[in-house]
C-alpha cells in the first residue's frame, strides 16, 4: 500500500501543525472502566523496543490493576513482524506504519475494540486515519521521531551535515551503526540523491553496494541506547546514527555532542501501539493501552524517553524544557524537509529482503577491537 506524494505532503503540513500549535482542546480523559467488562487478566506481555518505556509507568500499571507486564524487546523491526507471522503470543505490540499493512494482509492483529480506550479521544487528528490503517480500527498512534546523526563535535568539530558524511575517509573506523535494514538502506538512497522508499531496483542495488563499502569500516553496536552510546563517549565512534533519546543520553555526559539532522532530510518514523492476533488478552490489551493514554502518563512517557508524542492531552504536561528542545520537536523547516517511512514489501522475495540478504552475505573488515 502506498501514499501518493500529494497526499503524504498533506500529512506533513498537518503534521508540522501538531509541533507548532501544540493544540490539546477536546481532550477527554475518560477511563472508568465499564462495569460490565471483561475480568482482567493476570499477566500482559508488552512487545517493545528496549529501552522505550519507562518502567514506573509499567509499575504503575500493575499498582492500579493487579496485572503484572513482561516486558519482552526485539532488536528491530523486521525481528517483530516475523515474531508476530509466527503466531507468537504477545498482548500489545509497537510497530512501525510501514510494517502495518503487511501485518493486516495476513491477519495477524486483533481489531481493537474503542469501548474500552475512551483515551483514544487524546490522539490527535494528525495521526489518525492514516491510510495504513484507514478509521483506526488496529492501531493506536504512540509516538514519533527523526533519525539523526550524533557528533563528537569536540574530536571533530562542525564538520558534519550530510549522510554522505558516513563515508568520508576521515571517519573510517570511527561511524557507529545499528544493524537495522529500513534504516540503513533509506539513509543510503538519501546519500545518492534517491527517494527513502525507492522501489526502483537499479536505485536500491545501488545503496546496497554503497552500504557494503560502509560494513568494512563501521562499528557496529546495539540497538540498546546505554551501549550504543557508550561507544560514542569513549571516543571509538566520533559518529553515531541514532535518535532523540541517544542524543539526550549522550549530550547530559559530553555537552560536546550535537545532533544533526543531515541536509538532504532527515528519516521520519511513527509507532502505533497494537493488539496481535494472538493474545488471548484483548481486554486487558485495551485497559492497557488505554492507560498508556492518559495525558500524565503520555507526558511522563515524554519526559523520561524524550519522544514527542501524537497525544494531545499530554502536550501541556510535557516539561517546557523537553517541549521546547528542537531535538526532541523539530522546527517546521526541518519537518518540511523530512522523509516518512512508507510501506513496502518486506517477503522473502521482495526487492528490500534480497537487497538486506545481500548486504548481510557480504563480508566486512574486521577491526580490531570489534
Not at 559518529?239 to 532527515?266: F, M
Amino acid at each position: 500500500m502506498q501514499h501518493s506524494s500529494m497526499f503524504m505532503r498533506s500529512r506533513l503540513v498537518l503534521f508540522c501543525g501538531l509541533l507548532i500549535l501544540c493544540l490539546a482542546n477536546g481532550c477527554d480523559n475518560t477511563d472508568t472502566p465499564n462495569k460490565t467488562a471483561p475480568t482482567l487478566a493476570k499477566e500482559l506481555v508488552f512487545y517493545n523496543w528496549v529501552d522505550d518505556m519507562p518502567r514506573s509507568v509499567l509499575d504503575a500499571f500493575t499498582k492500579e490493576y493487579g496485572v503484572k507486564v513482561n516486558y519482552i524487546t526485539f532488536e528491530s523491526q523486521e525481528e517483530a513482524v516475523e515474531n508476530i507471522q509466527k503466531g507468537q503470543v504477545y498482548d500489545v505490540a509497537v510497530l512501525e506504519n510501514p510494517f502495518i499493512p503487511l501485518l493486516l494482509a495476513d491477519k495477524r492483529l486483533a481489531r481493537i475494540d474503542f469501548d474500552h480506550i475512551p483515551n483514544f479521544a487524546n490522539i490527535s487528528p494528525n495521526f489518525r486515519d492514516l491510510a495504513i490503517d484507514p478509521g483506526n480500527l488496529y492501531t493506536v498512534p504512540y509516538h514519533y521521531g527523526t533519525t539523526g546523526l550524533l557528533v563528537r563535535t569536540d574530536l571533530i568539530g562542525n564538520t558534519v551535515n550530510s549522510w554522505n558524511d558516513l563515508w568520508d575517509p576521515r571517519y573510517t573506523g570511527k561511524v557507529a551503526l545499528r544493524p537495522q535494514e529500513r534504516e540503513l538502506i533509506g539513509i543510503t538512497l538519501l546519500s545518492l540523491g534517491h527517494e527513502l522508499n525507492s522501489e526502483n531496483p537499479m536505485e536500491v542495488n545501488a545503496a546496497v553496494d554503497r552500504l557494503i563499502a560502509l560494513k568494512k569500516t563501521v562499528r557496529w553496536v546495539e540497538v540498546d541506547t546505554p551501549k550504543a552510546v557508550a561507544r560514542l563517549l569513549s571516543g571509538e565512534a566520533v559518529i553515531l546514527l541514532g535518535w532523540p533519546l541517544d542524543y539526550q543520553a549522550a549530550h547530559a555526559a559530553n555537552r560536546a555532542v550535537s545532533y544533526i539532522l543531515p541536509k538532504e532530510g532527515t528519516a521520519l518514523w511513527s509507532d502505533n501501539y497494537v493488539i496481535p492476533a494472538s493474545s488471548p488478552n484483548s481486554y486487558t490489551a485495551a485497559t492497557f493501552i488505554n492507560f498508556l493514554l492518559r495525558p500524565e502518563i503520555s507526558a511522563q512517557i515524554v519526559n523520561e524517553k524524550n519522544y514527542p508524542t501524537a497525544n494531545d492531552a499530554a502536550i501541556p504536561l510535557v516539561r517546557p524544557e523537553v517541549r521546547n528542545d528542537p531535538v526532541v520537536f523539530p522546527s517546521a523547516e526541518e519537518l518540511r524537509q523530512a522523509h516518512f517511512f512508507l510501506p513496502l514489501p518486506i517477503a522473502e522475495k521482495s526487492l528490500y529482503r534480497e537487497a538486506w540478504d545481500r548486504f548481510l552475505a557480504a563480508p566486512p573488515v574486521h577491526l580490531s577491537d570489534q
